[in-house]
């Protein structure tokens, strides 16, 4: 099934008072150049920041994620490799922090996974990052579910996002406009359904020319205009 993207996008635009303010809310990704050029240390940061924000209101970890910065020396992989039991139980002790235990130690497995990338790619995340083709965004998910930690389920995406990587969201208002259209008929677990997605949103980015994250807001737009 495909979905017709000028009746979303009418259907949309219809919420907002001009094309401009429409246009203004939506997302942007980086750019290739620009995911590049990022360090990896902020690639760390943000697969961080995604697995403290399952389960908890994210303006809580966003506020305090300057002392998480700091606490953990800016992110940097190669430091990050080698958190041990001592570092990670002197974390615990620091009041400033959300202190969960096994979020924290997805750290050093985390920084492992970005410095094992970089030496088989021989460039950066960001450079790995940019070069995944958007048309195969469920093999990405796939992958980081696979070799990061704490990266499965809706995390995948999640960091992505944060990270500025192009990537649809598999929220609930998402995967209702999915399921209206007769894309899916529940939410997407198996890969069959996966790549019925993916080829939906293919479709959509053939048609429209939009990312694919706009494309994905534009879908929960449609379900819910307070998205």
């Not at 924000?53 to 606490?71: N, R, S, Y």
């Not at 497995?109 to 410095?115: C, Q, T």
Request: charge should be neutral.
């Amino acid at each position: 099934m495909t979905l017709d993207y000028r009746r979303l996008h009418d259907t949309v635009r219809a919420r907002f008072e001009s094309d401009a303010a429409l246009e203004a809310f939506l997302p942007r990704p980086l750019t290739s150049d620009e995911l590049k050029r990022q360090g990896d240390d902020r690639y760390l940061s943000a697969m961080t920041r995604r697995i403290f924000h399952a389960g908890v209101q994210h303006a809580m970890v966003d506020a305090k994620w300057p002392e998480f910065e700091q606490a953990f020396q800016g992110f940097d992989p190669d430091a990050m490799a080698w958190l041990g039991p001592e570092q990670i139980e002197a974390h615990m002790q620091n009041e400033r922090l959300i202190r969960d235990r096994a979020k924290i130690k997805s750290i050093p497995g985390n920084a492992r996974f970005i410095l094992d990338i970089r030496q088989e790619r021989g460039a950066g995340f960001g450079a790995f990052l940019a070069d995944w083709p958007d048309t195969d965004t469920i093999g990405l998910w796939r992958l980081l579910a696979k070799r990061g930690a704490r990266l499965g389920g809706r995390s995948a995406a999640g960091f992505l996002r944060l990270a500025g990587k192009d990537t649809f969201l598999l929220t609930s208002d998402v995967v209702a406009r999915l399921v209206a259209e007769g894309v899916i008929e529940r939410e997407p677990t198996s890969q069959r359904d996966l790549r019925a997605v993916q080829d939906a949103f293919n479709a959509l980015r053939g048609d429209s020319g939009r990312p694919l994250c706009q494309l994905s807001a534009l879908m929960a737009l449609s379900i819910n205009p307070a998205f």
